[in-house]
């Protein structure tokens, strides 16, 4: 291949990825289901795990492959796990009990697609293809993730949608070419992750409510069981 | 000459091939399911069977009601003939624009819902309603698809969208992977395939499709039967010819069209067992998740034009 | 290690690091508060070591004018909390409200606070202070956990969302920064560090700068407790132990804010960027306005205070923003003032609840007659967080408000309307808390006072002192400062 087209390639690649970072995003904002939710986390974390490792590969910045292989193992297999233990230790509701509509949240979702790029593109003219466009995508992955985290309910969802938050960081980390500490931020992310997924376990441990909806822990009135 | 040549082939070809597809998808669908399922050729019988019928029309029916029928096949026939299949080199071939394309199936399924509702029974008026409603959710997903494809080939005609994209014009294109999505999905809603409608049903409350044509019988039921074939085919040589228009003969060659028809029937053929693996693998969705499916089909095609914008840099 | 024995830095960061571990590892949980004091001291002790010995800065941790005052302002606050904590503690364990093994991890926890706020501050690296600064946050979300109850998870968790979003749109803010920092500088771990970057400044792309802001300014901002992405604060401030709250309103809320402030050097270094001082006088009015009013409905004491906190950071905010020499000096004195004064409050009111054996205003009155001391301090504290002369935070507002009165005076109208509705607000609520009929009960059921009283006197002491005269030198270094803050 001549080197134009290893450099298309390089730059494509890298785009899919990150898009498809961004369909997760999208396809966590459709699930009524909390499993569903679950597998679309994971398939976001496959697609960052790639996006990582294609950066690693391409910058030839081998740190990175210890991003991408932590967010395979840790999101992509373990997190997902864990989570699926919690909903049915803790007999959580199956189904997502969504505040603002899933029409509504996507189209939602689709104008901070556009409102990141508007705001990323025109700020990194002087920085490469890939990094502007990995950098408008992966805002766009941080704010709908607070978007999931302001329009689901639940506890559990609210932390998927903090952890997709997260995803969109570590995809923005490693698009931008030799940014250092980027495995330091990542083990940092992690831990918090840990905490979190920590916390929920607790919880149950604890037997304070029996609901992790957070409008509950509100408005709790007397021993409901 | 040889485009109008081979434009009255691709016209005859279509309609020929149409029942076949629909056989080939409803063998493959009772195979999975462990049944031995209808002969490939039963299409064909039934519909030659329902042409021999006559027709019970309602006391009520209008010309409108007898006139549907005739005029839902034709359109959609027409909509059939205008996607580049085996060749590029088609007669037509100007005026086998995506948009145009979207506006014949719009106004065949229009007439098909004036008609449904003509009669006056309450099936007919909800399978219309529901149409209408998958039509205007899923009629915006396919233009921003069209959009999208348009912006990366530069154009919306099929012939030449398929000649860019032969001619190795884009690489790994981001857009287009979730055009794809995107207009699958909709070609599943727009064709009442199984997570939206269901094509075998007979369970009144779930239908949409079906609902609709209740009241056809005889030739009549022939015509829209023929026409949901001839639809299905539509949308899988339209898929085919902007995403995997690979072997289409862009020359009007004799090896080049003999690849050609080979590689599309090979296509079909492979869009018929996806259709159908799909299909048995997934269950029906309420109605009401309908509007959030297509929705979805929506989100994906506005995100794949944001992408390609976005490439473009803005 | 040039001359010293060891390097301030490596003490000030190693000391706490050890002790957490020490505790953790500690058999006994006997000694556990007073390891906590005596590494809190030993760290307090080797802050001060910097006046003599400023260490060269390095791609990791450094140290300059403006950092130095807060990180020792940290450490000894830590260390009086500390104090403080000791008998607080103990008396939770002694009433049953805390099982005895939480001696141990409590001051295990406190260690590793103060580890990461000193950390922030003296981290030369724009992802090693963002970690730290989200280690501090883990931190305090276990503190305020600490005592299980609904109510407490309840705000721990509240907590932990709400900054863990703040944290993450910091650290998309810090990447924005770290790309408009990469094309001057190259990419090595250079084009992260405070020091290198900020002589760079003026070169990098200005639009990327306004962006980055606003990313570090919201997501900060959320730790500051800064209107609107305030909600965590007085939950998690009334929930927690009282030694946590005064820790988190005196010091963690200073170190978030140090973060807006380093960045809005940045920009104010960049002729082209947007000037961040109206963004930040925007926001730190309305969060005084808006808790100013909110001092009026508060039913729990600890959430009154708490709120004030949100008005004073709101202070030191419009301080910031408005810039130049006496409003960059105004803030200085009020960040280290309020620190002092808050957790002296806290410190009062964890004694009062303690006695009375609630946090609701309702039942607690007559502080003064049925417990003097306590009663008085109380009423001393609450003037001098309401900003009567002769206290530190008279002087730091009355500079604030003449010099703005110079500048905007539609701006410092506002400004004065927010003190005097905050100030009516402690009035009233002194009123009631200290004078009238008392509520509750009148003997305290054994609080030792000696060692926490100590403490609040320590803290009062030098607000007052800084009130009535700040030495020249002190005075000449907050200038430098100050100018040097832009």
Redesign the interface.
């Known amino acids: 291949m001549s080197p134009s087209l290893l450099g298309q390639l390089d730059y494509s690649a890298a785009h899919l990825f990150s898009a498809m970072v961004l369909l997760g995003s999208f396809a966590m904002i459709y699930q009524r289901r909390m499993v569903g939710m679950f597998n679309a986390f994971a398939f976001q974390a496959f697609a960052l795990a790639a996006a990582a490792a294609w950066q690693a590969y391409i910058q030839e910045a081998h740190h990175l492959y210890v991003t991408a292989a932590m967010a395979l193992l840790l999101k992509g297999l373990l997190i997902p796990f864990a989570l699926r233990v919690i909903v049915r230790r803790l007999d959580i509701h199956r189904s997502i009990e969504v505040v603002i509509g899933i029409g509504v949240t996507m189209l939602v979702g689709i104008g901070l697609v556009a409102l990141s790029a508007l705001l990323v593109m025109p700020v990194t003219a002087g920085a490469a293809a890939t990094t502007r466009e990995d950098l408008a995508l992966a805002l766009s992955v941080v704010l709908i993730g607070l978007l999931i985290m302001i329009s689901r309910r639940n506890a559990v969802t609210q932390v998927i949608g903090f952890m997709s938050m997260e995803n969109g960081l570590i995809l923005a980390v490693i698009g931008v070419a030799g940014m250092p500490l980027v495995v330091e931020m990542s083990v940092a992310f992690a831990v918090l992750v840990a905490f979190i997924i920590f916390g929920l376990f607790f919880f149950r441990i604890r037997e304070r409510f029996d609901s992790l909806d957070v409008h509950y822990l509100e408005t709790f009135r007397g021993e409901r069981r | 000459m040889t485009a109008a040549l081979l434009q009255v082939a691709q016209i005859a070809l279509v309609v020929l091939l149409a029942p076949l597809m629909t056989g080939l998808v409803r063998l493959i669908k009772a195979r999975l399911l462990g049944r031995r399922g209808p002969p490939l050729l039963q299409p064909y019988r039934d519909l030659t069977r329902l042409l021999r019928k006559d027709a019970v029309l309602a006391a009520n029916a209008s010309w409108l009601f007898r006139a549907a029928p005739y005029f839902v096949f034709a359109l959609t026939w027409l909509a059939a003939s205008l996607v580049p299949g085996v060749t590029a080199v088609l007669a037509l071939a100007p005026t086998a624009d995506l948009i145009a394309l979207i506006a014949i199936l719009a106004s065949a399924r229009f007439l098909l819902a004036l008609a449904g509702m003509d009669v006056g029974t309450s099936f007919g008026g909800i399978g219309s309603s529901r149409e209408m409603l998958i039509a205007a959710l899923a009629e915006p997903a396919m233009l921003m698809v069209t959009f999208t494809v348009a912006l990366v080939a530069k154009s919306t005609s099929l012939s030449e969208i398929a000649r860019f994209i032969i001619g190795g014009g884009v690489g790994l294109e981001v857009s287009l992977a979730l055009a794809l999505m995107a207009v699958l999905m909709v070609a599943i809603a727009e064709n009442g395939r199984v997570p939206v409608d269901n094509p075998a049903t007979h369970l009144e409350l779930t239908m949409v499709h079906e609902a609709m044509v209740l009241e056809y019988s005889g030739r009549h039921l022939a015509m829209i039967e023929a026409a949901s074939m001839l639809k299905l085919l539509t949308y899988a040589s339209m898929i085919a010819c902007i995403f995997v228009p690979w072997g289409m003969a862009v020359e009007a060659t004799p090896h080049a069209l003999l690849l050609g028809l080979v590689t599309y029937v090979a296509k079909l053929a492979a869009a018929a067992v996806l259709l159908a693996v799909f299909e048995t693998s997934i269950a029906k969705m309420r109605v009401f998740r309908v509007a959030e499916f297509l929705g979805g089909a929506l989100m994906l095609s506005l995100i794949a034009t944001i992408v390609r914008l976005m490439s473009e840099g803005l | 290690m040039n001359g010293t024995l060891v390097d301030p830095i490596h003490a000030i960061l190693g000391l706490p690091l050890l002790a957490a571990a020490a505790l953790t590892l500690m058999p006994s949980h006997r000694m556990a508060a007073k390891v906590n004091i005596l590494a809190a001291f030993g760290t307090f002790l080797a802050t001060t070591q910097l006046f003599l010995h400023r260490p060269e800065p390095t791609a990791l941790v450094f140290i300059d004018d403006f950092n130095i005052y807060l990180v020792v302002l940290t450490a000894f606050v830590a260390f009086t909390s500390s104090m403080f904590s000791a008998d607080y503690i103990q008396h939770e364990v002694d009433i049953g409200k805390l099982p005895p093994i939480y001696l141990r991890f409590y001051s295990a926890m406190f260690q590793l606070l103060t580890f990461s706020m000193l950390l922030a501050l003296v981290s030369n690296?724009l992802?090693?202070m963002?970690?730290a600064v989200?280690?501090a946050t883990?931190t305090t979300?276990v503190m305020v956990s600490v005592y299980?109850?609904?109510e407490a998870?309840?705000a721990a968790?509240?907590y932990?969302?709400l900054a863990?979003?703040g944290i993450?749109?910091a650290?998309?803010g810090t990447?924005?920064i770290?790309?408009a920092a990469?094309?001057v500088m190259?990419?090595?771990?250079e084009?992260?560090a405070w020091a290198a970057i900020l002589p760079h400044a003026p070169q990098m792309?200005p639009?990327?700068l306004?962006?980055a802001f606003v990313f570090l300014l919201v997501g900060y901002g959320t730790k500051v407790g800064l209107f609107p992405l305030h909600a965590w604060l007085p939950d998690a401030h009334s929930e927690g132990p009282t030694p946590i709250s005064a820790v988190l309103s005196g010091l963690l809320l200073n170190v978030a804010l140090y973060a807006v402030i380093r960045f809005k050097m940045l920009l104010a270094a960049n002729g082209a960027a947007l000037s961040p001082g109206p963004l930040m006088i925007a926001i730190g009015l309305t969060s005084l306005l808006f808790a100013a009013v909110m001092l009026y409905r508060r039913r729990d004491i600890k959430r009154l205070f708490a709120y004030s906190s949100i008005e004073h950071m709101g202070i030191v905010t419009f301080a910031f923003g408005m810039g130049g020499p006496l409003a960059n000096f105004a803030g200085l004195l009020h960040m280290a003032m309020h620190s002092l004064t808050k957790s002296a409050i806290f410190f009062t009111v964890g004694h009062i609840a303690q006695v009375k054996g609630t946090q609701r205003m309702s039942e607690i009155g007559g502080l003064t007659a049925s417990h003097p001391w306590l009663g008085w301090t109380f009423v001393i504290a609450v003037l001098a967080i309401a900003g009567l002369p002769p206290f530190g935070l008279f002087m730091s507002e009355f500079v604030l408000v003449t010099s703005t009165f110079a500048r905007a005076p539609a701006l410092a109208i506002l400004l004065v309307l927010g003190l005097l509705v905050a100030f009516g607000a402690m009035v009233l609520r002194v009123q009631s808390l200290a004078f009238g009929a008392v509520v509750g009960p009148t003997e305290g059921n054994t609080v030792r006072l000696r060692l926490s009283l100590l403490p609040i006197l320590v803290h009062l002491g030098l607000v007052l002192a800084a009130g009535l005269w700040l030495p020249a030198p002190l005075v000449a270094w907050f200038q430098a400062v100050a100018r040097q803050l832009g």
Not at chain 3, 186 to 189: E, I, W
Request: hydrophobic share 60%; charged share 15%.
């Open positions: 690296n992802g090693l963002w970690v989200e280690a883990l979300v299980r109850t609904r998870i309840e968790w509240k932990f969302i863990s979003v993450a749109l650290l998309f990447i924005l770290y790309l990469q094309p190259g990419p090595s771990l084009a992260m792309a639009e990327l306004n962006l």
